[in-house]
């Protein structure tokens, strides 16, 4: 994966490059990614579990994935370490396709899309992800 590099002081972004599977729209891919991912709303991927016994309020940690390792679970870590595998050395650099469920899982305060269409329709829309979350 080439590096995107930042031209204030050419230093390494935390971006991978990625693009909507070719039968998806581009203003569809947009409001895939502008809703809330719905895995993370409906449970609480960080393991802890709050309860009270006995009068006390007690905490667990479930046996799932520990705090802060959520590869195990997200959809687009996944399809960049297949897409890696399918990697061929000297053949052209291709971004990561995913597919409507892993957009759709995809934060959009981690989404950065750049259009410049309106400068040249010649241009693609490309679409990045931070993978160092905030």
């Known amino acids: 994966h080439p590096f995107i590099r930042t031209f204030l002081g050419f230093d390494i ?7 909507p599977e070719t039968d998806i729209a581009l203003e569809e891919a947009q409001d895939l990614i502008e ?3 719905h895995a993370r709303k409906s ?9 009270t016994r006995g009068g006390a309020e007690v905490m667990s940690l479930s ?5 802060g390792d959520e590869a195990g ?6 399809k960049m370490l297949d897409a890696a595998s399918y990697f061929v050395p000297g053949e052209p650099y291709q971004p990561v396709k995913i597919d409507r469920e892993t957009l759709a899982d ?5 989404v ?14 490309r679409f990045f992800r931070s993978m ?3």
Do not use: C
């Open 35 to 37: 809703q809330e991912p």
């Open 73 to 78: 679970t997200d959809l687009f870590v996944q």
């Open 43 to 51: 449970q609480n991927s960080d393991g802890w579990h709050e309860s």
């Open 106 to 110: 995809l934060r959009p305060e981690e």
């Open 13 to 19: 972004l935390p971006l991978v490059e990625f693009q």
């Open 112 to 125: 950065y899309v750049a259009d410049f269409r309106k400068y040249s329709p010649l241009l693609p829309v």
């Open 63 to 67: 046996e799932g994935p520990m705090p």
């Open 132 to 134: 160092i979350p905030e």
